[in-house]
């Protein structure tokens, strides 16, 4: 028996649908976002003028950074304490939605903290506080999912935290509000999309509603991402950030695999985006996982049904059209800094996603795959 949940209670999409805000009930809300891109794009000034339109209280906390870690999280909760919002609104990436997830549960659950979080079985908590999450880009899928990742930086990694509390209430998908996005970062959001579909997509767990989610996503984002990040088509930017929550849907129900569990390690040690480091690992990791009989056959089937000869070199190619770096050492991690860390770098990645691999890992397996996309490898 297995039990499906593919989002909160409503989503909502379509252009200019960050106008559904003006209808909501709730009076007291705790707006959660990054640093500068929702004031910049205009967000945040429509939001102002919603909620005052309509005489609601708010208090705005900004300033979440790429790879939120534990304190990020912790200096808001007092914020939100005074205020006593009845909503929580994030918006902006990953980053801002994952924080506010977590700031959410510690405010609805006094007597978490993040000595405890990992000791306690929080995956059926259910959220008391009303939840809406807006992401302003295309990559993550956190706007659907029960996860939230934060850095523990005292231990050098990214942890994947899981609840059902973490689903938002309600999930808006804007596509206005990518239009803001650099290049790079559509180009690196967009790759942990298609990591997410994949990596969703090859996992043992797959059911038959979430394969074709995961293959619709897939041939989405390859179709749509490279014109997207080119920023030639709105229609583009739109299907990539549809494509991306229904990422996020697949993993959600399924898990994922070595690439994340290699890019938390990453992340978590380096401080690199998350996204910019799994469109690196993907295809290595794709490579490698095909020694297993089932991979291979699905990848074979992906790449029939996308009429290419193989999708792990399509993967490639679409990393060298989105100029992403082919290798740890093209990124610019020094080889003294990445032998020196290695042994510790091979413990973390062995950790969270990489449990999912479809394929079971170890120390000496881990150690070489690292090795190889630190270097640098094109499949012949």
Excluded: W
Aim: hydrophobic share 40%.
């Amino acid at each position: 028996m297995k039990n499906l949940k593919l989002y909160g209670d409503q989503l909502i999409i379509g252009k200019g649908s960050l106008k559904y805000l003006e209808k909501i009930e709730e009076n007291r809300i705790f707006i959660v976002t990054g640093g500068k891109s929702a004031f910049e794009n205009g967000s945040i000034d429509k939001l102002k003028k919603y909620f005052d339109m309509h005489y609601k209280t708010y208090k705005i906390y900004s300033g979440i950074k790429k790879n939120p870690d534990t304190n990020s999280v912790l200096n808001a909760i007092s914020d939100m304490e005074k205020f006593k919002p009845d909503l929580i609104l994030a918006i902006g990436g990953g980053s801002a939605i994952d924080a506010a997830k977590v700031m959410t549960l510690f405010y609805d659950y006094k007597d978490l903290t993040f000595d405890n979080i990992l000791l306690n079985d929080i995956s059926n908590y259910r959220r008391k506080t009303k939840f809406i999450a807006v992401p302003s880009t295309s990559g993550t899928g956190t706007e659907v999912t029960k996860a939230a990742v934060i850095t523990f930086k005292e231990k050098n990694i990214k942890i994947g935290l899981k609840s059902m509390a973490f689903i938002p209430d309600i999930a808006i998908l804007d596509a206005n509000l990518t239009l803001s996005m650099p290049a790079n970062i559509v180009a690196e959001t967009g790759m942990d999309a298609l990591t997410h579909a994949l990596e969703a997509y090859t996992n043992h767990n797959l059911d038959d509603f979430t394969e074709v989610i995961a293959k619709g996503a897939i041939e989405g984002l390859l179709k749509y991402l490279e014109v997207s990040y080119k920023g030639e088509s709105f229609e583009a930017r739109e299907k990539v950030h549809y494509y991306q929550s229904m990422a996020g849907m697949a993993f959600h129900n399924v898990g994922l695999g070595m690439a994340h569990g290699i890019s938390h390690a990453f992340g978590g040690k380096y401080n690199y985006g998350h996204g910019l480091l799994n469109a690196i690992c993907l295809p290595y990791v794709l490579n490698y996982n095909k020694k297993n009989d089932i991979v291979n056959e699905k990848l074979k089937y992906l790449s029939d049904f996308l009429r290419t000869d193989d999708i792990v070199d399509e993967v490639f190619q679409l990393n060298d059209a989105l100029n992403i770096p082919k290798s740890f050492l093209e990124l610019g991690l020094s080889e003294n800094q990445f032998y020196n860390d290695l042994d510790d770098l091979v413990v973390n990645c062995l950790k969270g996603s990489t449990v999912s691999n479809p394929i079971d890992m170890n120390a000496t397996e881990m150690k070489k795959i690292l090795i190889q996309i630190f270097n640098g490898y094109k499949k012949k």
